[in-house]
C-alpha cells in the first residue's frame, strides 16, 4: 500500500456536522472513555499505529478486550433513534483515538435498520473523514448497503458517490453492494466498474474486484462475460480479484 494515501484530505469545518442532542450519546461517550482509557497500552498503539499506516493514533487495545468493554458500556442502555446513532457516531469520530470509530462503527452496524435515509450526509463524514480500509469497508457493506436496500431511492446518491473526488467515498459506492446476493443490480455494479475502471488507485481498483468477486458467488457466468468483455479496460489487479475463485 503506497504511504501517499496517508495524507488524508481534512473535510473543511463548514461541512462538518454537528452532533444533535441526544441524552444516550452522553451516557454512552462519558462511559466509553472511562471504559477505553484505562485499557490503553502504549506499546500495543505505536504496532496498530504503524499497521494502519498512521492514519489515525490508537489507544492500544486489542479487538476482542475492546469488544468486551464495549459490551459493558452499551448494557443497559436504551434502543438509539436515528438522532442518537447520529450524535453517538459523529462524536466518537471527534476523538482521535481509533478505537472510538471502531466503536461507532460497530454500533451502526447494529442499528443501521434505526437510521433513515437522511442518516447518508452523516455517513458521507464518516467515510471521507479520517478514511482508511479498516472502517470504509465496514460502513459500506453494513450501513450504506442497508440504507440503500431499505430505499432504492437512495441508489441514485450512489451514482453520485462513484463520482466523488474522495476515493472512500467511491469505494463505498462500489462495495454497498456486498451483501446483496440475488438482490445485486448488476448493471448498476457493472456500471460502476466501468466507470472508475481507469482510476489509478489501488484501493478503487481492489474494490472493483472484491465487488465482482462477491458477486461472483452468486452470479459467475454474468461476472465471468463481464469480465471478458471489459478485459482491456480494468486493470489486471482488478481482473485477478474478481476472477480468483472461477
Not at 7 to 25: M, N, Q
Not at 56 to 62: C, H, K, N, S, W
Not at 162 to 188: C, F, G, M, N, V
Amino acid at each position: 500500500m503506497c504511504d501517499r494515501r496517508n495524507v488524508r484530505p481534512v473535510t473543511p469545518a463548514a461541512d462538518i456536522p454537528a452532533p444533535p442532542v441526544s441524552s444516550l450519546a452522553d451516557i454512552v461517550l462519558e462511559r466509553l472513555v472511562a471504559a477505553y482509557v484505562p485499557a490503553a497500552d502504549p506499546v500495543r498503539a505505536e504496532g496498530a499505529a504503524a499497521y494502519m499506516k498512521h492514519v489515525a493514533p490508537f489507544l492500544g487495545i486489542p479487538a476482542p478486550e475492546r469488544r468486551a468493554l464495549s459490551r459493558t458500556v452499551l448494557a443497559g442502555t436504551a434502543r438509539p433513534d436515528e438522532r442518537d446513532c447520529t450524535a453517538i457516531a459523529l462524536r466518537c469520530w471527534r476523538l482521535p483515538e481509533r478505537e472510538y470509530h471502531y466503536f461507532a462503527v460497530d454500533y451502526l452496524r447494529r442499528h443501521a435498520g434505526r437510521c433513515s435515509s437522511g442518516f447518508l450526509p452523516v455517513l458521507h463524514h464518516l467515510v471521507t473523514t479520517v478514511p482508511w480500509w479498516d472502517t470504509v469497508d465496514l460502513l459500506a457493506a453494513h450501513v450504506a448497503g442497508p440504507l440503500v436496500a431499505a430505499d432504492p431511492a437512495l441508489a441514485r446518491e450512489m451514482d453520485r458517490w462513484i463520482d466523488d473526488p474522495s476515493l472512500w467515498a467511491a469505494r463505498t459506492a462500489l462495495l454497498h453492494q456486498l451483501r446483496y446476493k440475488e438482490a445485486t443490480d448488476a448493471d448498476r455494479l457493472f456500471g460502476y466498474c466501468l466507470r472508475r475502471a481507469d482510476h489509478p488507485d489501488f484501493f478503487i481498483r481492489k474494490a472493483i474486484g472484491w465487488a465482482l468477486r462477491e458477486y461472483a458467488r452468486t452470479d459467475p457466468a454474468a461476472v465471468r462475460e463481464f469480465v471478458d468483455g471489459a478485459r482491456t479496460r480494468l486493470s489486471p489487479l482488478s481482473v485477478r480479484e474478481a476472477l480468483k475463485h472461477l
